[in-house]
């Protein structure tokens, strides 16, 4: 079996998505997908310049040495767009092992570890009252699971407020918009809002909240500690992670569980906090980790020390990474969460998928491979849309972390 083709898909049906599709001689083809919001065509290139090429005549069926020949034999090794670029040639090529074999790719995974992928949503709002009452909306909705942002008084834009009810898109414009910080101003107000959504619904639902990288280690300890009456499922990205020493300071401070590793790349950016159970959750996703191939290998080191997973789930991972997603949260021992930020009804039209939300849960569907296809002659109604990511800067102008 060869591999005959391969062609890069992008599409803007609201946001950017990049779509590789993989086809054989034997007719049956794949699809994976490769966005990195805000820096999408650097992906294309990468993939339409120096992968594609070498895929040519090699064997789809071939999964794992496939992934090392790209991985080891670029000798240029991790990276965002590399391990992106890899991901897209992996879950097309697990797309495809399943199709031939006639199975979905949790079943070649190993089977099924659970029936349903308990998920969170978003609920933001610009300020406590607003957020009080968005979590109530996604309570009406089933969600057994809900990330809380609010806005803070005097801080503009404060990461996670978006606009609506349901959808939230962050690359908001052509060139980055500016948005504020003010660590102090946070630290005496988000604690209110867990206090206020404590007493408006008691602890039955699961309650997350993202620090999205903008404390110090001193400063996320201290706002671990303050949630802890309120008995978060966890505290996301409470200080950058470049440095995973960094959370020996905060756990030794809190108990409030911690999870990081949205912006992984690989095992190597995760392995210290793994070992040194700094962390409670790994949020490491198909797309950012090099594929169904490499995330595998992350949940397991994981499971040797009670790390559980929790994939990134945002709007910028299109369809296709959310079906493979699914797949791997059926069969992965250590399932923690998987986040679910819904996608439009346009993306949803482009991206057709066998996956669905009830109760609270989403259930990955039977289709032989991940289930997700691209409608291409729909997608080419949505041309690429240059979209940045905000950039953050403190009252001063001094640049921050968004
Ligand atoms: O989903 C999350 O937890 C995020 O922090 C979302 C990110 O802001 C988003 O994926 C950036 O592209
Ligand atoms: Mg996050």
Avoid at 97 to 112: D, E, N, S, W
Avoid at 151 to 173: Q, T
Avoid at 271 to 292: E, F, H, M, P, S
Wanted: hydrophobic content about 40%; some cysteine.
């Amino acid at each position: 079996m060869k591999i005959t083709g391969a062609r890069v898909i992008v599409t803007c049906p609201g946001r950017n998505f990049v779509t590789l599709r993989i086809e054989t001689d034997q007719g049956v083809y794949g699809i994976g997908d490769g966005t990195l919001n805000g820096r999408e065509l650097s992906v294309v290139a990468y993939l339409e310049e120096h992968v594609i090429p070498c895929l040519i005549g090699m064997d789809p069926r071939r999964i794992e040495d496939i992934w090392q020949y790209l991985y080891r034999g670029a000798y240029w090794r991790r990276g965002p767009v590399t391990m992106r670029a890899i991901a897209a040639v992996d879950m097309a090529l697990w797309d495809i092992k399943g199709k031939m074999a006639g199975m979905p790719v949790y079943q070649l995974l190993g089977g099924r570890s659970r029936d349903g992928i308990m998920v969170y949503g978003h609920a933001n709002g610009s300020d406590i009252a607003e957020t009080v009452e968005a979590v109530g909306h996604y309570i009406d909705l089933g969600y057994k699971a809900i990330r809380a942002q609010t806005g803070v008084p005097g801080i503009k834009d404060a990461y996670g407020v978006g606009r609506g009810k349901l959808y939230y898109e962050p690359a908001d414009a052509a060139l980055p918009s500016v948005t504020g910080w003010d660590t102090r101003k946070a630290l005496n107000y988000v604690p209110k809002l867990f206090e206020e959504l404590r007493k408006t619904y008691g602890f039955d639902h699961h309650l997350l909240h993202d620090g999205h990288h903008r404390y110090t280690p001193q400063e996320a300890a201290n706002l671990g500690k303050m949630l802890e009456p309120y008995q978060l499922f966890w505290l996301e990205d409470c200080t950058p992670a470049e440095n995973q020493e960094a959370f020996k300071l905060v756990r030794q401070h809190t108990v409030t569980p911690l999870a990081v590793g949205e912006i992984f790349n690989t095992i190597w950016d995760a392995k210290d906090l793994i070992q040194n159970q700094l962390i409670d959750y790994i949020r490491a996703t198909v797309v950012g980790a090099g594929g169904l191939t490499h995330l595998r290998r992350i949940a397991d080191l994981a499971s040797l020390y009670q790390v559980r997973t929790g994939c990134h789930g945002a709007t910028d991972l299109s369809p296709v990474t959310m079906g493979c997603a699914l797949h791997f949260d059926t069969w992965v021992p250590n399932f923690g969460i998987q986040e679910y930020m819904r996608h439009t009804p346009e993306t949803d039209a482009v991206f057709p998928h066998d996956y669905h939300f009830e109760h609270g849960e989403l259930f990955c569907g039977e289709t032989p491979g991940h289930g997700v296809d691209i409608d291409e002659k729909l997608a080419a109604k949505y041309p690429y849309k240059p979209a940045y990511l905000p950039v953050a800067r403190l009252e001063d102008g001094t640049m921050w972390n968004w």
